[in-house]
T-cell receptor, first 115, second 116 residues
Framework: GDSVTQMEGPVTLSEEAFLTINCTYT??????LFWYVQYPGEGLQLLLK?????DKGSNKGFEATYRKETTSFHLEKGSVQVSDSAVYFC??????????????FGTGTRLKVLA | GAGVSQSPRYKVAKRGQDVALRCDPI?????LFWYQQALGQGPEFLTY????????KSGLPSDRFFAERPEGSVSTLKIQRTQQEDSAVYLC??????????????FGPGTRLLVL
């Protein structure tokens, strides 16, 4: 079945370090791909998304490129800040045969950025 | 404007009790989703409404779980005869249109349910 696999955390980085959080997926058809972020004490919020192969989503200095050939959607940021400390969830949406859509989230990767 | 709100934020129930969890989506949003998030895990889909119609309930784990959205706005997730394995955070999300794969979902803060 369809699934999302993301790297286990926690990931601990120093401020201004380069960040990569790996995400790979398994899906039939052509899913849309998302990164959601959950800051401490808050609900999940969309960080970025990509809806077709080779699309790049970007927001707040974060980027991810939809790679169909490697079924990946890795999250990157060139220089992290303490305020980026949060849990990051990779997710996909894909059609069901019933005409509705399935929504699948990864297990989340906790990022901690040290000053 | 106001985001998605959920109540109560925390609920402690004794095993066997019934609970009702409320979700107020963003006004005018057509789609409403419920998810269950176990500790250390990602959200798992439970059910989906388009307006008042429950179009997908494939993720509901048992017939003890029931959801409704009678007027196409507020939704209630009801769990009957709660069990310890029901302990989790229950998330509600809404989106502006009918289910489309690229739609952004707007999440509420969740209700943390603990069954003793």
């Amino acid at each position: 079945g369809d699934s999302v696999t993301q790297m286990e955390g926690p990931v601990t980085l120093s401020e201004e370090a380069f960040l990569t959080i790996n995400c790979t997926y398994t899906a039939t058809g052509y899913p849309s791909l998302f990164w959601y972020v959950q800051y401490p004490g808050e609900g999940l919020q969309l960080l970025l998304k990509a809806t077709k192969a080779d699309d790049k989503g970007s927001n707040k200095g974060f980027e991810a490129t939809y790679r169909k050939e490697t079924t990946s959607f890795h999250l990157e940021k060139g220089s992290v800040q303490v305020s980026d400390s949060a849990v990051y969830f990779c997710a996909l949406s894909a059609p069901r045969t019933s005409g509705t859509y399935k929504y699948i989230f990864g297990t989340g990767t906790r990022l901690k950025v040290l000053a | 404007g106001a985001g998605v709100s959920q109540s109560p934020r925390y609920k402690v129930a004794k095993r066997g009790q019934d609970v009702a969890l409320r979700c107020d989506p963003i006004s005018g949003h057509v789609s409403l989703f419920w998810y269950q998030q176990a500790l250390g895990q990602g959200p798992e889909f439970l059910t989906y409404f388009q307006n008042e119609a429950q179009l997908d309930k494939s993720g509901l784990p048992s017939d003890r779980f029931f959801a409704e959205r009678p007027e196409g706005s507020v939704s209630t997730l009801k769990i009957q005869r709660t069990q310890q394995e029901d302990s989790a955070v229950y998330l509600c999300a809404s989106s502006p249109q009918g289910a489309m794969p690229q739609e952004t979902q707007y999440f509420g803060p969740g209700t943390r349910l603990l069954v003793l």
